[in-house]
């Protein structure tokens, strides 16, 4: 498969899929019954979970010195804000395209190698990744019980050992094949991994690792607490749980890794999440809807700022010096 079919398939999938689920969506739970969330919410929640939303941006911006200060680069920090802005208005286009563009903001502004500036934003993400596994960590401690008698309900306990057995099992199976093995994909495996390794181990090497750290904590607890704090915004959902709001929260941080910005799937990711405390469905999806355009909303507006100032900016200081 060449380079220009794996192009067009990383495009055109994305937005078929966001066709489907946008048909799917509003089949289930029609506009009319979205619009009075939406009247009816208290913006003044919605407004300061923005505000988490946007330090997490912040802290973001500020995080990547740590990368490339060992390199020798000082970033600046109006490049590196306008950057990851940049970033999030892009993937609403084609997923995963922004990391691409911020790297080509610090090769045109700050002359930054592109390969050192993505390698260091892929670092960024593996840190992000073992993060996001953290909280599904505390998430299944919290909620152990509850999760574990949905599964007994759903499946006999026989067959939940034996599912386990066989996942075990496969999973060494598969281990010694890509220990052992030559192929190809056994190599870019072994390489993924090795990659994955060392990008997580190369934190703790740092200069600043434990600003590094704090950081990558402080703004995944801004997208936490963003999340909790807009559920107040609607009257149905006083008294959630904190295990219903993580379920929800990692349901769709996964829809915006995997998609465009999360469009059509976030709402539905949230509502499934939500269904399974018991929390009705017209609520829930509206209320993924709330939060994931209040979202997007910011970073198109902010997004688009950046590419407008970015050039301004760069040209207003380089007469400066």
Request: hydrophobic letters at 55%.
């Amino acid at each position: 498969m060449n380079k220009k079919i794996k192009r067009i398939i990383t495009i055109v999938i994305p937005l078929l899929l966001a066709v489907f689920f946008g048909w799917y969506t509003f089949s289930r739970l029609p506009v009319s019954d979205i619009i009075p969330y939406f009247q009816n919410a208290d913006y003044n929640w919605i407004i300061l979970g923005l505000f988490c939303g946007l330090l997490s941006h912040l802290s973001r911006a500020y995080r990547w010195k740590y990368m490339l200060e060992p390199m020798g680069y000082t970033l600046r920090f109006p490049n590196s804000l306008m950057a990851v802005f940049i970033t999030y208005l892009a993937n609403y286009g084609i997923p995963r395209s922004g990391e691409v563009l911020r790297a080509a903001v610090l090769t045109n502004y700050e002359n930054i190698p592109f390969e050192k500036g993505f390698g260091t934003i892929v670092s960024e993400r593996l840190a992000d990744f073992v993060v996001l596994l953290g909280i599904i960590a505390i998430t299944l401690f919290l909620q152990f019980d509850f999760i574990y008698n949905i599964l007994k309900e759903s499946f006999q306990p026989i067959k939940l050992i034996i599912g386990a057995i066989v996942v075990l099992g496969l999973f060494a199976i598969l281990y010694i094949y890509i220990k052992r093995s030559n192929s190809k994909i056994a190599l870019k495996i072994k390489r993924f991994l090795k990659g994955l390794i060392e990008g997580v181990l190369s934190i703790f090497k740092m200069k600043y690792k434990w600003a590094f750290i704090f950081h990558t904590l402080f703004i995944w607890g801004m997208y936490v607490l963003m999340f909790y704090i807009t559920t107040f915004a609607i009257d149905e959902l006083d008294n959630i749980s904190i295990g219903a709001v993580l379920i929800a929260f990692i349901a769709a941080s996964f829809t915006i890794a995997t998609t465009n910005g999360g469009i059509f799937v976030y709402p539905l990711a949230v509502g499934a999440a939500f269904s399974i405390f018991g929390i009705p469905e017209t609520p829930s999806i509206a209320f993924g809807w709330i939060i994931w355009s209040a979202q997007t909303l910011m970073l198109i507006l902010l997004g688009s700022l950046s590419f407008v100032f970015l050039p301004i900016y760069n040209r207003i200081n380089k007469k400066s010096v």
